[in-house]
C-alpha cells in the first residue's frame, strides 16, 4: 500500500471513529462499542469503505493494547493490590477458573483437543474492564458492593492476560503464522517449549531489575530538565524499547510492558507517566477496536445465525451464573449480586488481543477465531441491554423484596429537626446539633448503615423518608426544619417534592453535590441549598491564604465576599443554563467581576491592617518583633 492510500484509511478510520463515538455514547452504549460498529460500519459488512490498507493500520492500532496493559500496570499500587487481596484472589480467582473449567469441558465435549479447549475458555473467561467501569461508573455504583467486587474481577483478569499470553506458545498445535520479518532472528524461533518459557523467565527478571534500578534513574534525570515534551519521549521510549526486546525474544510486547508498568508502580512518576500515555493509548487502542469491527466477518452470522446466537446465550448465561454462584459465596446482597452478575457476563476487549495473539501463534485456527470473535463483539453489544433490563424489571422487584424483608420502623419521639440521611453528610449535621442541645428524628433507608449506626449509639430510623406516612409518623406536621442529606439527587428531589405538597410548614434546608444539582433544586423552589464542596473547598482556600502571608481576617472576609457573589451568580446562571453561549458569557462577567470586587475590598481593608483581635498568630509575630511587652503600633 503507497503513503496515499494510507493516509486516505486514516481518514476513513478517524472520521467513523469521530462520528460513532459521541452517538453511542449519547445512546448509553459506551466508547468501545463506539467504535466496534464505528468499523462495522465502514467494513464490508455495511459501507465497504475499509480496505486492505486497514491492516496496516491494525499494526499501528495494536500497540494501543501495549500501552493499556502498561497504564494498567502503572495502577497496581502495592497497597491497592494488598487492600483488595481477598476479592481479587478469591472472587476473581475462582471466577476465572470455574469459568475455564466449564468452557474447556463443553469444548473437550464437541470434540476439541485439550490445548484448543483451555485457550478457549482462557479467552472467554475475561470481561470487558472499559465496558463495565464505565457503565458503573456512570451510574454511580463503583462504589457499592457490586461496583467493588466487580473491580476486584476486572483487575484479577487483567493481570491474568500477562500469563496467559506467554502460556500461549505452549498451547500451539496449528501451524504458527509469523511474519518473516519480524519472526526471523528472534531468539524463540524454532526452539521447543521448555526452552521459550526458560526465556520468557529470564526476560521477566530484565525488565524488573531494569525497571527498579535503571528507568527510574533514567526519568529523574529527565525531570531535571524541565521540558515536559522530553518526559513525553522518554516515556514513550520506555514502551517501545520494551516493544522492541520483547519482539527480539519472540514474546508478546504487551507482556514486558505490563511488567514495566508493574515495576514503576510505586515510583514518584506513575502520575506523569500515565497522563502522558493516555492520549497515545486512548487514540491508537480506540482504532484496533474500530479495526476489529472492520473484521468481523458477519457472512458467518448470515449463514448460521442460529448458531452464533446460541452460543451468545449459552456463553453469557454461563458466565452470569457462575458470577451469581461466586456472589453468593462472597455474601452479596440479592441486588447487588444480580448487578454483579448482570454487569460482567460478557466477554472482553482483551479477547481480541488473545485472539490475534492465538492465530499468529498457532494457538487457534483461523475459521474458529472468526466465529469467537463475532461471539465476543455481539455479547458486548448486549452488555448495556442487559443492565438496563436488570435496572428496569430485576432491581424494582428486588427493592420490594428487601422492603418486604425488613418493615419500616415506628417512628416514637418528636423532636423539631428530621434529618432524612445520614450519611457522611447527614451525619455531620446531625452531631453538630446534637452538641448545641438540638434534638433530630433521623431516618435513613440504608438498612445495613442503619444497623452500623446504631451499634455506635444513634437513634436512627430505618425506611424511605420520600414517603408520605413515614414523614407524617416522624412528627413532620409539627417539626420545624427538614435537612434534606439524601445522596441520590433524584430521591431528594423526590422528598422536596413530597414535603412541599404535605407539610407546607416545614423549612426545608437541602444538600446539593455540584452546580446541576443545586439549579434543580433551585427550579423546585428551594431557598436553602448547599453545595457539598463549597464550604470546604473555601475552607481551603482561607488557609491557602494565610499561609501565603494574608491576614486572617483579610482571608474570612475574602471568603465570606466569594460566597456571597457566588451565590448570587448561581441564580443568573440558573436562568441561562440551557443556552451554553450565553452561559459562558454570564459566568466570565461574573468571574472578572468577582475578581475587580476581591481588589476593592483587600483595598478597603488595608485600614484594618493593625487590628489583631481575632489574628493571634500575626499578633504574636508583630509583638516578637517590636520587642517584649511593646504594643504593635
Known amino acids: 500500500m503507497n503513503q496515499q492510500q494510507f493516509f486516505i484509511q486514516a481518514v ?36 465497504g469503505i475499509a480496505g486492505h490498507g486497514g491492516e496496516d493500520l491494525m499494526h499501528y492500532a495494536e500497540f494501543g493494547v501495549v500501552m493499556m496493559l502498561f497504564v494498567i500496570g502503572l495502577e497496581l499500587e502495592p497497597a491497592l493490590l494488598w487492600r483488595l ?16 473449567a466449564l468452557i474447556m469441558t463443553a469444548c473437550i465435549f464437541f470434540g476439541f483437543s485439550l490445548k484448543t479447549s483451555l485457550a478457549i475458555g482462557l479467552i472467554l473467561s475475561l470481561s470487558s474492564t472499559a465496558i463495565v467501569l464505565q457503565s458503573f461508573t456512570e451510574k454511580g ?23 496467559i499470553l506467554a502460556i500461549f506458545p505452549l498451547l500451539a498445535v ?85 511488567l514495566a508498568g508493574v515495576v514503576l508502580a510505586d515510583s514518584e512518576y506513575r502520575h506523569e507517566l500515565e497522563s502522558d500515555i493516555e492520549p497515545f493509548k486512548g487514540l491508537l487502542l480506540g482504532l484496533f477496536f474500530v479495526a476489529v469491527g472492520v473484521s468481523i466477518d458477519f457472512t458467518i452470522v448470515q449463514q448460521t445465525p442460529l448458531l452464533i446466537f446460541s452460543l451468545v446465550g449459552t456463553l453469557m448465561l454461563l458466565k452470569g451464573g457462575v458470577l451469581f454462584l461466586l456472589g453468593k459465596i462472597f455474601r452479596l446482597k440479592h441486588d447487588q449480586n444480580l448487578l454483579f452478575a448482570f454487569g460482567l457476563s460478557q466477554v472482553g476487549e482483551f479477547a481480541f488481543v488473545l485472539l490475534s495473539s492465538s492465530v499468529k501463534g498457532g494457538v487457534l485456527p483461523k475459521g474458529e477465531v472468526d466465529i469467537i470473535t463475532v461471539v465476543v463483539a455481539i455479547s458486548m453489544v448486549f452488555t448495556p441491554i442487559l443492565l438496563l433490563i436488570n435496572e428496569k424489571f430485576f432491581q424494582p422487584a428486588t427493592g420490594t423484596r428487601q422492603a418486604a424483608d425488613k418493615v419500616m420502623d415506628t417512628v416514637d419521639e418528636r423532636n423539631p429537626v428530621i434529618i432524612a440521611g445520614f450519611g457522611r453528610f447527614g451525619n455531620i449535621v446531625g452531631r453538630f446539633l446534637k452538641a448545641n442541645g438540638v434534638d433530630s428524628t433521623v431516618l435513613e433507608i440504608d ?35 427538614l435537612i434534606v442529606a439524601i445522596g441520590d439527587p433524584e430521591k431528594a428531589l423526590e422528598l422536596v417534592d413530597t414535603a412541599k405538597k404535605h407539610f407546607p410548614n416545614l423549612r426545608l434546608l437541602v444538600r446539593a453535590y455540584d452546580r446541576p444539582d443545586t439549579f434543580k433544586f433551585m427550579d423546585a423552589g428551594m431557598l436553602h441549598i448547599y453545595r457539598e464542596t463549597i464550604d470546604t473547598s473555601l475552607r481551603m482556600g482561607i488557609d491557602a491564604l494565610q499561609l501565603l502571608g494574608r491576614r486572617k481576617y483579610q482571608a474570612h472576609r ?14 443568573q446562571l440558573s436562568a441561562v443554563r440551557d443556552d451554553s453561549k450565553a452561559y459562558i458569557t454570564t459566568a466570565r462577567e461574573f468571574i472578572d467581576e468577582l475578581e475587580q470586587m476581591i481588589k476593592s475590598d ?19 509575630k508583630e509583638v516578637n518583633e517590636n520587642g517584649h511587652g511593646k504594643q504593635p503600633s
Not at 461 to 473: E, I
Not at 558 to 571: G, S, T, V, W
Open 602 to 620: 483587600i483595598n478597603e481593608g488595608k485600614k484594618f491592617q493593625n487590628d489583631f483581635g481575632w489574628d493571634e498568630a500575626s499578633m504574636i
Open 85 to 100: 487481596r481477598v476479592a481479587i484472589l478469591g472472587l476473581g480467582g475462582l471466577q476465572m477458573v470455574i469459568t475455564t
Open 141 to 163: 455504583l463503583m462504589k457499592a458492593e457490586a461496583g467493588q467486587s466487580a473491580f476486584s474481577v476486572l483487575l484479577f483478569q487483567d493481570i491474568a492476560v500477562i500469563p
Open 12 to 47: 476513513i478510520y478517524l472520521a467513523a471513529a469521530v462520528i460513532c463515538v459521541p452517538l453511542a455514547k449519547k445512546v448509553g452504549l459506551g466508547s468501545v462499542l463506539g467504535y466496534l460498529l464505528a468499523g462495522v460500519i465502514i467494513g464490508p459488512a455495511v459501507l
Open 174 to 258: 496449528f501451524p504458527i503464522v509469523a511474519d518473516p520479518e519480524t519472526h526471523s532472528g528472534t531468539l524463540t524461533a524454532d526452539q521447543p517449549g521448555w526452552v521459550q518459557a526458560l526465556i520468557v523467565l529470564a526476560s521477566v527478571v530484565a525488565i524488573i531489575i531494569g525497571g527498579r534500578y535503571i528507568v527510574r534513574y533514567f526519568f529523574r534525570l529527565l525531570a531535571k530538565t524541565g521540558q515536559r515534551e522530553i518526559f513525553t519521549a522518554g516515556a514513550l521510549l520506555l514502551v517501545v524499547a520494551v516493544t522492541v526486546l520483547m519482539m527480539k525474544v519472540g514474546l508478546s510486547p504487551a507482556l514486558g510492558t505490563f
Open 447 to 481: 438498612s445495613d448503615r442503619v444497623d452500623l449506626l446504631r451499634r455506635f449509639g444513634y437513634k436512627v430510623y430505618y425506611g424511605d423518608a420520600t414517603r408520605y406516612d413515614l414523614l407524617h409518623s416522624a412528627g413532620a406536621a409539627d417539626a420545624r426544619l
Open 558 to 571: 475574602a471568603a465570606r465576599l466569594f460566597l456571597r457573589h457566588d451565590e448570587k451568580a448561581l441564580k
